[in-house]
């Protein structure tokens, strides 16, 4: 019977497993694929199917054989079935992972929404990029005047330097202007931006001015970011002179924002001046963002006819650096729907086989008088009590992983006791609906119809 039922349960989880893989390499980012011609899988299988099948008819088959004829006619194996605290183990174990996973999936979901809604420093939302501006060469102070004159664009640079993963970096290192030989260095980026990068980035500018392409005396300028000032120590930055290879004077002095992954911190960054970069950041004010961007594909063609235009947009660029941490939440959430699903099936299965080995029981304390509510409360008790023990066990486990992952963040939640209350509230009423329909049917049941044997 055992090995019958596990060819059966194989040949469904193939079954589901083809039909639910394509899903699945969605959700995970992966390309997975069943290995149908690989020679070792059919006898893998059958492997499977006869080592499970002998496992799980071993020990009922040797339990029951155990049993004398005479104390199983006389009623002794029910009520030794009843008491086995092997099901209840099950429960819990079930209802632990369960608990686990819902957890995780809410902790992700939460540092997910953290890291898309948090103040970056910057405003990364309708920034479009146009990619392959470097061939543009010289026509790129007409295209860009041209283009400010559609009062959908509310500003536009150039450079290569994004603050987003991905885009180029250069790291350098600094020193207070006469001090390279007396103090350690300082690393910071050093990015070559446009006169409006500040603007069209949405970025604040705490001290001192701007980039101005009228004044020559800007070519050796420099504006610092809050955490190059600390570093440096430079009490008063606005004047001060750094150097790496070349001498720099400060003229202003950026808020911090993040460029990099909230894995890590936010380090010293440095622009200065250019306009050799091969990337466009466009800041528009629309809500009709499709004729906009027609606009500016009208106004690239005149200008770069035999190249066509590549768009993408600051925000999405932003999104891909968590790909990895959206891809976990979907996991988590999958195998959790997925934990959940199978806990509630021995759960249901538990709870049925348990009305039907009290069912006399029930009947009789009906018969003297016992309520509706409290057979219901009787029967559902004992489940509760597995529930709360599966929770003692699983909330300081699901806790230690889940700062464990949290660590990772520079940047993250708080791992409150909300999520936990959450999840446990979810899984008692999960939990209470599964026992519900035979605690129910048991308590309205005829007691002669539990009794007519006797």
């Given at each position: 019977?055992?090995?019958?039922?596990?060819?059966?349960?194989?040949?469904?989880?193939?079954?589901?497993?083809w039909?639910?893989?394509?899903?699945?390499?969605?959700l995970?980012g992966?390309?997975?694929?069943?290995?149908?011609?690989?020679?070792?899988?059919?006898?893998?299988?059958?492997?499977?199917?006869?080592?499970v099948?002998?496992?799980s008819?071993?020990y009922?088959?040797?339990?029951l054989?155990?049993?004398k004829?005479i104390?199983?006619?006389?009623?002794?194996?029910?009520?030794g079935a009843?008491?086995?605290?092997?099901?209840g183990?099950?429960?819990?174990?079930?209802?632990?992972c369960?608990?686990?996973l819902?957890?995780?999936?809410?902790v992700v979901?939460?540092?997910?929404?953290?890291?898309?809604?948090k103040?970056?420093?910057?405003?990364?939302e309708?920034?479009v990029?146009?990619?392959?501006?470097g061939?543009?060469?010289e026509?790129?102070?007409?295209?860009?005047?041209?283009?400010?004159?559609?009062?959908?664009?509310k500003?536009?640079?150039?450079?290569?330097?994004l603050p987003?993963?991905g885009?180029?970096?250069?790291?350098?290192?600094?020193w207070?202007?006469?001090r390279?030989?007396?103090?350690?260095?300082?690393?910071?980026?050093?990015w070559?931006?446009?006169?409006d990068?500040l603007?069209?980035m949405?970025?604040?500018?705490?001290?001192g001015?701007?980039?101005?392409?009228?004044?020559?005396?800007d070519?050796?300028?420099?504006i610092?970011n809050?955490?190059m000032?600390?570093?440096?120590?430079?009490?008063?930055?606005?004047?001060?002179?750094?150097?790496?290879?070349?001498d720099?004077?400060?003229?202003?002095v950026?808020q911090d924002?993040?460029?990099?992954s909230?894995?890590?911190?936010?380090?010293p960054?440095?622009?200065?001046?250019?306009?050799?970069g091969?990337i466009?950041?466009?800041?528009?004010?629309?809500?009709?963002?499709?004729s906009?961007l027609?606009?500016?594909?009208?106004?690239w063609?005149?200008?770069m006819?035999?190249?066509?235009?590549?768009?993408?947009f600051?925000d999405?660029a932003?999104?891909?650096?968590?790909?990895?941490?959206?891809?976990?939440?979907?996991?988590?959430?999958?195998?959790?729907?997925?934990?959940?699903?199978?806990?509630?099936?021995?759960?249901f299965?538990?709870s049925?086989?348990?009305?039907?080995?009290?069912?006399?029981?029930?009947?009789?304390?009906?018969?003297?008088?016992?309520?509706?509510?409290?057979i219901?409360?009787?029967?559902?008790?004992?489940?509760?009590?597995?529930?709360l023990?599966?929770f003692a066990i699983?909330?300081?486990i699901?806790?230690?992983?889940?700062?464990?992952w949290l660590?990772?963040?520079?940047?993250?939640?708080d791992?409150?006791?909300?999520?936990?209350?959450?999840?446990s509230?979810?899984m008692?009423?999960?939990?209470?609906?599964?026992?519900?329909?035979?605690?129910l049917?048991?308590?309205?049941?005829?007691?002669?119809?539990?009794l007519r044997?006797?």
């Amino acid at each position: 019977d055992s090995t019958l039922t596990t060819f059966l349960a194989t040949i469904l989880g193939l079954l589901l497993a083809w039909l639910l893989l394509p899903w699945f390499n969605i959700l995970s980012g992966k390309t997975l694929t069943i290995p149908i011609g690989e020679w070792m899988l059919v006898p893998a299988l059958f492997g499977f199917i006869l080592v499970v099948g002998l496992i799980s008819g071993a020990y009922p088959s040797f339990y029951l054989s155990s049993f004398k004829p005479i104390d199983v006619l006389k009623g002794e194996l029910s009520r030794g079935a009843k008491t086995s605290k092997l099901r209840g183990v099950m429960v819990v174990f079930q209802f632990a992972c369960s608990f686990i996973l819902i957890v995780g999936a809410i902790v992700v979901y939460q540092q997910m929404q953290f890291i898309l809604n948090k103040d970056l420093g910057f405003d990364k939302e309708q920034v479009v990029l146009l990619e392959g501006a470097g061939t543009m060469g010289e026509k790129k102070d007409l295209f860009k005047s041209e283009l400010l004159q559609n009062p959908q664009i509310k500003s536009m640079s150039v450079s290569n330097y994004l603050p987003v993963s991905g885009y180029k970096r250069d790291l350098n290192q600094f020193w207070k202007a006469g001090r390279q030989a007396i103090d350690e260095s300082v690393g910071a980026q050093i990015w070559i931006v446009g006169e409006d990068y500040l603007e069209t980035m949405g970025m604040n500018l705490l001290e001192g001015r701007n980039f101005d392409a009228k004044l020559a005396s800007d070519s050796n300028a420099v504006i610092i970011n809050q955490r190059m000032a600390e570093r440096l120590m430079l009490d008063e930055p606005i004047g001060a002179r750094i150097q790496n290879w070349l001498d720099w004077n400060v003229i202003g002095v950026v808020q911090d924002f993040h460029y990099e992954s909230m894995r890590g911190g936010i380090e010293p960054l440095v622009f200065r001046r250019g306009t050799n970069g091969s990337i466009i950041p466009i800041k528009v004010k629309t809500d009709d963002m499709k004729s906009t961007l027609e606009s500016i594909t009208t106004v690239w063609d005149d200008y770069m006819p035999n190249q066509p235009i590549r768009v993408s947009f600051l925000d999405e660029a932003y999104k891909r650096m968590y790909a990895d941490v959206a891809t976990t939440g979907n996991v988590f959430t999958g195998f959790a729907v997925l934990a959940i699903f199978v806990a509630c099936l021995g759960l249901f299965g538990l709870s049925a086989f348990m009305v039907e080995q009290r069912r006399k029981e029930i009947s009789v304390r009906k018969i003297l008088g016992a309520s509706i509510n409290r057979i219901f409360r009787m029967l559902t008790f004992n489940f509760l009590k597995l529930i709360l023990i599966a929770f003692a066990i699983s909330i300081p486990i699901s806790y230690y992983l889940m700062s464990e992952w949290l660590v990772d963040f520079e940047y993250r939640i708080d791992l409150g006791w909300v999520v936990f209350a959450v999840a446990s509230i979810l899984m008692t009423v999960t939990a209470i609906a599964t026992i519900s329909y035979e605690s129910l049917k048991a308590a309205i049941l005829n007691p002669a119809t539990g009794l007519r044997s006797e």
